[in-house]
């Protein structure tokens, strides 16, 4: 089987795709014949030597994959060889195969091709778990989210949208933020030039947000507690903007308020299975029936993974970068 393989850590340099020693399924697991993967910005931290795998995973890339079923493990059931399928990995997923616990793979949604399939499970998983399953986003509650241009921005926009939330996102530049609003952002806030506090405010009666997913942490970590709701929920994600902020009890206690913050790659390979199985019975018939799309910027060959890793540096894409095999 073929994979990229990394010569240490570094820029996207240290990566190229070599002939490695094929794996074959366990107990309870799926062997992939990949189709395509995706590029998440996980992936670059890992390249860079700050995300290493979690205990038993692949040491290779990759968080999600599409493909064809091409051998069970024992004691698979609801599974077949030749099932069309997209995956949630713990890593693997820059390679000609893989193999993953079978509680972790979904069919390839109805109208969405194999390609685009490996552009939805880590987004797909993270954005459900997080603002439905864990901070319980209702229909009638705001939701604000930011980076929406980017790859859980776009899924978590139109998820929110589709199940009736007023949506609000941040993003860097017009071009992207009008693309935010035809995806369904209610309201668009450019990071640089605007408070995302007051407009969330004032986009709310003055009430603030109901649920915020961040992606910045400490250096939004003030600023999103102000624009939170009474009894709103601030889950975070991402620490781009670093992981050590100061938090304000007192303004948290009197909103009665909750900051939280999550990681779906380290989660057990039981609470992942839960993830994939609600995410199949609520998500699927959205993608299904055209409500939510993947967004897919650019597909670029397998061979040419420095350049999506380039192009993910960059941070210029809308939507995610799908490598295909
Ligand atoms: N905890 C978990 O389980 C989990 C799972 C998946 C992803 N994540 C995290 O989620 C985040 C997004 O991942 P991704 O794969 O979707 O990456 P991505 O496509 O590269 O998106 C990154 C986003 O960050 C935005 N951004 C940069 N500076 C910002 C600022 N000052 N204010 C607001 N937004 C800003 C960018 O917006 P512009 O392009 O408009 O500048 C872009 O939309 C990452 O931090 C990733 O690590 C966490």
């Known amino acids: 089987m073929r994979a990229v393989v990394a010569d240490g850590a570094g820029g996207p340099e240290v990566l190229s795709v070599q002939e490695v020693p094929d794996i074959e399924p366990g107990p309870g697991e799926v062997a992939i014949e990949v189709a395509a993967t995706a590029v998440n910005r996980a992936d670059t931290l890992q390249r860079q030597g700050f995300y290493p795998p ?16 091409s051998a069970l493990g024992d004691g ?23 193999v993953v616990p079978a509680g972790q793979v979904l069919p390839v949604p109805a109208g969405v091709d194999l390609v685009h399939a490996a552009a939805l499970p880590e987004v797909a998983c993270t954005v459900w778990s997080n603002v439905f399953m864990v901070a319980g986003l209702k229909p009638e509650e705001s939701f604000l989210v ?23 996102t941040t993003g860097g530049t017009a ?17 640089h030039d605007d408070d995302f506090v007051e407009v969330a405010k004032s986009a709310t009666d003055g009430a603030g947000v109901d649920v915020i997913l961040d992606n910045m942490g400490a250096s939004y970590l003030g600023r ?6 009474t009894e709103g929920r601030l889950v975070v994600i991402g620490m781009q903007g ?14 009665r308020a909750a900051v939280i913050a999550t990681s779906l790659r380290g989660r057990p390979v039981e609470g992942k299975a839960a993830i994939v199985a609600s995410v199949l019975e609520h998500v699927w018939p959205l993608v299904a029936d055209g409500s939510i799309r993947p967004i ?30």
């Open 146 to 168: 930011h980076g929406g241009a980017g790859g859980i921005g776009t899924f978590a926009i139109q998820l929110a949208h589709a199940l009736g939330s007023q949506v609000l």
């Open 76 to 98: 698979v059931e609801g599974w077949a060889v030749g099932d069309e399928v997209c995956a949630l990995l713990a890593g693997g997923g820059y390679a000609s195969r893989v």
């Open 224 to 229: 999103n507690v102000s624009a939170l709701a």
């Open 242 to 255: 670093g992981s050590k902020g100061e938090l304000d009890l007192g303004k948290l206690l009197t909103k």
């Open 175 to 191: 071009d992207k933020l009008a693309f935010c609003a035809g995806l369904g952002a209610d309201v668009t806030i450019n990071y």
């Open 296 to 325: 897919v910027e650019q597909t670029l060959p397998l061979e040419e993974v420095r350049r999506a890793h380039e192009l993910m540096d960059a941070g210029s894409h809308t939507g995610k970068i799908v490598l295909t095999l």
């Open 54 to 69: 979690p205990p038993g995973a692949s040491e290779t890339i990759g968080l999600e994959c599409s493909g064809t079923i």
